[in-house]
């Protein structure tokens, strides 16, 4: 597996994660972009992921919902601000449970030779403390496992 990438700038209040994929731009936007596979790399694995809304045009909202094998739900939700196919989109992020602290997400992809693209994932916080706080959640964990998944799910529909 690839490894990611994060850079963390707190006086702007941004993380950057990014991870080069065997994969074209093309086939990546369709992989974050199909509520049929997104299911399949989205979040832990230990975690069913249901993806409840998914309304993919500016001005539409997403909704998923992650279910533990014990009973509990989490839920997360946004707003497409830009939709570019296959290079940017752009979206609103908010964990349910946690209202009202909103993270606005840059999510690009890049060809690179040989048929591979550059994800860069950008997320600018509204204060220093949430950004914190989305450090602190184990965010880059969670992150380097979704995309663990995301590269597995690339290997098995190659």
């Known amino acids: 597996m690839s490894s990611n990438n994060l850079v963390v700038n707190r006086e702007a209040k941004t993380t950057v994660m990014s991870r080069v994929f065997s994969a074209t731009p093309e086939r990546l936007w369709r992989i974050y972009?199909?509520?049929?596979?997104?299911?399949?790399?989205?979040?832990?694995?230990?975690?069913?992921?249901?993806?409840?809304t998914m309304d993919l045009r500016v001005g539409g909202k997403w909704r998923y919902v992650q279910h533990e094998a014990g009973g509990?739900?989490?839920?997360?939700?946004?707003?497409?601000?830009?939709?570019?196919?296959?290079?940017?989109?752009?979206?609103?992020f908010e964990f349910e449970?946690?209202?009202?602290?909103?993270i606005t997400e840059w999510y690009?992809?890049?060809?690179?030779?040989?048929?591979?693209?550059?994800?860069?994932?950008?997320?600018?916080?509204?204060?220093?403390?949430?950004?914190d706080g989305m450090l602190?959640?184990?965010?880059?964990?969670?992150?380097?496992?979704?995309?663990?998944?995301?590269?597995?799910?690339?290997?098995?529909t190659a």
């Open 33 to 52: 972009t199909d509520p049929a596979l997104i299911p399949r790399w989205w979040g832990p694995g230990r975690l069913t992921t249901v993806v409840d």
């Open 72 to 92: 509990e739900s989490y839920a997360f939700r946004g707003e497409y601000k830009v939709v570019d196919p296959p290079t940017l989109l752009v979206a609103t």
């Open 97 to 102: 449970p946690m209202a009202g602290h909103i």
């Open 108 to 131: 690009s992809f890049e060809a690179q030779p040989g048929g591979k693209t550059l994800v860069k994932v950008t997320s600018s916080y509204e204060t220093v403390e949430d950004l």
């Open 136 to 156: 602190q959640s184990g965010m880059e964990d969670g992150a380097t496992e979704t995309w663990d998944r995301l590269e597995a799910l690339l290997l098995e």
